[in-house]
């Protein structure tokens, strides 16, 4: 079946430091994806989401891009804050299918050192 | 802002018992889920349900049976809890129709059972 994973599953950088959480799938027709982020003890929350439509989109310190081509995509994280140590996900639902189905990577653990 | 309450953040349970965990949300969302989510494994979807009263399996679904009476409660039941049912549980809701797929995730609830 139709996966997404991530290229590294832990990540440590300095305080003040650009962050780089990196995710391929599988489906060349998948057509939306979403990045959680989930701190120790807590729920997943939405971060921010891209449509196959875009190559990149930017929230605040973070941006998303997506390269249709090698089937990627990756968040970055501006001045990385201790604040934004978590686990980084992936998810996106079937293509064409039921939007309610999501399929989670494994996660990023993202560790900022001060 | 969604809100996703979880009726316990921790729980201890013996072999056998059964177990209830609620979960309800504010935004008058039709979708909702639940999930498990273990280390090395992810999220795994255990029941959702798209409207009052109804459900469908999902990945999961064993040892695990799901109530929706009303649309912003959604329970999940464990009839009789195994060691095996040890893991974090998470609720999701999701807004049906136009507009993202993100779902909306409670805390979650750390179940132990011994």
């Known amino acids: 079946g139709e996966s997404v994973g991530l290229h590294l599953p832990t990540l440590s950088v300095q305080e003040g430091d650009n962050s780089i959480i990196n995710c391929a799938y599988s489906?060349?027709?998948?057509?939306?994806f979403i990045w959680y982020k989930q701190e120790s003890g807590k729920g997943p929350q939405f971060i921010i989401d891209?449509?196959?439509?875009?190559d990149k989109r930017q929230g605040q310190r973070v941006t998303v891009l997506l390269n249709k081509t090698v089937k990627h995509l990756s968040l970055q994280i501006a001045a990385t804050q201790p604040g934004d140590s978590a686990v980084y996900f992936c998810?996106?639902?079937?293509?064409?299918?039921?939007?309610?189905?999501?399929?989670f990577g494994k996660g990023t653990l993202l560790t900022v050192n001060p | 802002d969604v809100k996703v309450t979880q009726s316990s953040r921790y729980l201890v349970k013996r072999t056998g018992e059964k177990v209830f965990l609620e979960c309800v949300q504010d935004?008058?969302?039709?979708?909702m889920f639940w999930y498990r989510q273990d280390p090395g494994l992810g999220l795994r979807l255990i029941y959702f349900?798209?409207?009052?009263?109804?459900?469908e399996k999902g990945d999961i679904p064993e040892g695990y049976s799901v109530s929706r009476e009303k649309k912003e409660r959604f329970s999940l039941i464990l009839e009789s809890a195994s060691t095996n049912q040890t893991s974090m549980y998470l609720c999701?809701?999701?807004?049906?129709?136009?507009?993202?797929?993100?779902?909306?995730f409670g805390p979650g609830t750390r179940l132990t059972v011994t």
């Open positions: 998810a996106e639902p079937p293509p064409g299918g039921s939007n309610y189905k999501l399929t």
């Open positions: 489906n060349s027709a998948s057509d939306y």
């Open positions: 891209i449509r196959s439509n875009m």
């Open positions: 935004m008058d969302h039709e979708n």
């Open positions: 349900s798209y409207d009052v009263k109804m459900k």
């Open positions: 999701a809701s999701q807004g049906a129709g136009t507009g993202g797929d993100e779902q909306y």
